[in-house]
């Protein structure tokens, strides 16, 4: 895979710990690669990634995977607050409100491959491939409900839990209704807390619910039309399943 890299970020530091095991999806936001190469490379904005891919596919690297880029900016997952030390980021030259408004096939395909050389050489989970969304969900949308997760399903590079049966999901819901958690609210709540999202502001705090929810609807539950407590209960149920059976 080829990159381009004549353009090079400033806005980079050493990794606190070297064990890279998550990568971060992003958009940029901006109207174009060229603004985001300049925004991403300028000491000023403070804020970098070590991939930008284009509408074109092209790949360029701005920061060396050693470094430590800025990208994830206040973030959490799994208990892990310092995600940049952590992590790969990687931006999309994508604007939902742009005329760079479609996550193109190029785009896509070039993510693709990007996701898997550094997967493999990591030994990143699947599980550890995130939304920027994930790791963020009270402050960060991107990349957004129209990023194609189901084409990374299709080519298992991400997993996926549809084929978890009523009788799976059982087996949790029993395991719930052992410790006396019966409450719906609080069994999605306690998942998300196990599958590595934010929760520790969420039980008493509705807005921030809403907005958890709402970032898992955005990247899992994208085919409804309509979605309620119930289909989200349910998705998360067969989610946690497949997150706790399953290694990778
Ligand atoms: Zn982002």
Not at 68 to 85: C, K, L, Y
Not at 125 to 151: T, Y
Not at 209 to 221: D, G, P, V
Request: one cysteine or more; hydrophobic letters at 35%; a positive charge.
């Amino acid at each position: 895979m080829k990159y381009i890299t004549k353009y090079k970020s400033p806005n980079y530091n050493l990794r606190s710990r070297s064990k890279i095991k998550l990568i971060i999806i992003h958009y940029t936001a901006l109207r174009n690669t060229k603004e985001a190469i300049t925004y991403l490379c300028s000491k000023e904005k403070k804020v970098s990634a070590h991939y930008l891919v284009s509408q074109n596919g092209l790949i360029y690297n701005l920061v060396n995977e050693k470094f430590r880029a800025w990208h994830a900016g206040q973030s959490f997952w799994q208990d892990i607050v310092d995600i940049n030390s952590f992590s790969i980021g990687i931006e999309l030259d994508y604007n939902p409100n742009g005329k760079n408004n479609k996550f193109s096939p190029k785009m896509i395909s070039s993510l693709k491959k990007l996701i898997l050389k550094i997967k493999n050489k990591y030994k990143i989970n699947k599980k550890n491939i995130l939304a920027h969304s994930d790791i963020a969900p009270f402050r960060k949308k991107d990349p957004g409900k129209c990023f194609p997760w189901k084409s990374l399903e299709n080519e298992k590079i991400i997993s996926n839990f549809q084929s978890i049966t009523k009788n799976d999901t059982k087996i949790i819901e029993n395991w719930f209704n052992k410790y006396n958690i019966r409450s719906k609210k609080r069994i999605i709540i306690f998942a998300l807390s196990l599958i590595g999202y934010d929760t520790r502001e969420v039980y008493k705090n509705l807005k921030n619910y809403n907005r958890l929810t709402t970032a898992y609807k955005s990247r899992y539950l994208t085919k409804f039309t309509y979605v309620n407590q119930e289909t989200v209960y349910t998705n998360i149920i067969k989610h946690l399943f497949k997150y706790l059976l399953t290694k990778n």
